[in-house]
């Protein structure tokens, strides 16, 4: 109790909690366990219905929400998708019953600071979750703040750098050899490698703090799967390699990022290329009848047994794979697969040492 009372009493103002339940029995049980919290001052506002509560954080002035997840007018883990969306800065604290204490993990994993089980809820608890769900969201607005700060900092001289080889290789500043025209060039890749890097941390970071919003369009997936893939034209001269792809027969539109979804076919094909000497890349489309299904498929190295369940993590690298010349950072899969779960979709892998890999992509239609 101390060390909340100590937190409380560092605070200058009294903190305004909003509650959003209906069950008036545990509205006068959370007011009773403030009040018994005698060095803190609170100010509780209460509202009976998601609507109400939604209505007064537009008005400002809140530091901490607790709410039900289970209202007359909105019922679950929607219930605080829709506080989260409309105060991403607010720290939440989500009361939940024994039945739904897999439900309140499942909104610290999405942005929530904490959960309580409303049977086990007593004043000294009420107060440390207050506080740590306070110093928690400072402490991610803070990294926020700092992630961006990095990533402008970081890519600002990459943009000069790129820049001014890009002009060096052009001739603007005289003649250049092919020794030093080939240094350039690996500069350049450096670069694009670091560029790459820090996209993905930012995006992983994102993805973690539920702040990845995808912005949806209507597109046609097999113009989008040729499109991607004819950029990757010279990587398979470079090789030697084909790319064969085996269409829709007719055309089929799905509500996609246009983006994010490049993103994870480039991550799917760069892959098969990268881990193929000899060969084909195969890519087929199939409609299924709720969903259209992507299989990037290659007769590359594989992957062993033991590593096929590590694919999707973040900072993987295979033992398997280790001979490859070109690293990469052991993000790629792990943000493909969560791009595909954003999405509502899901991927999964097959492979066998010396046998080739295939990667399922499976994207719903509705």
Known sequence: MNDVNKFLNETPESLKILLIEDNPGDVRLIREMLTDIKSASFELEHCDRLKGGLDRLILKGIDVILTDLNLPDSNGIETFRRIYAQ?????????????????????VQEGAQDYLIKQDVNSVLLGRTIRYAIERNRAKLASEELVGMITHELRAPLTVIKEVISQVLEGLYGEVSE???????????????????????LDVYKMEGG??????????????????????????????????ILPLSSRVELYLDR????????????????FTEKGLIEILIADQRDAVEITVSDTGIGISKEDLPKVFGKFEQFS?????REKGSGLGLYITKQIVELHGGKIWVESEPNQGTKFHLSLPKV
Not at 87 to 107: A, R
Not at 320 to 324: D, E, L, N, T, V
């Open 87 to 107: 105060t991403p800065k607010l720290p939440i604290v989500v009361l939940t019953g024994f039945s739904d204490e897999t439900m309140g993990i499942q909104t």
């Open 179 to 201: 020794p030093q025209r080939r240094i350039f060039l690996m500069s350049m890749e450096s670069v694009g490698r670091m560029a790459k890097l820090i996209n993905n941390l």
């Open 211 to 244: 702040k990845l919003e995808l912005k949806k369009e209507k597109l046609d997936i097999g113009e989008l799967v040729q499109e991607v893939s004819a950029g990757f034209t010279p990587k398979l001269w470079e090789k030697t390699l084909e790319i064969n």
């Open 259 to 274: 983006e994010k979804i490049v993103q994870v076919l480039t991550n799917l094909i760069s892959n098969a290329i990268k």
């Open 320 to 324: 398997s794979r280790a001979k490859i």
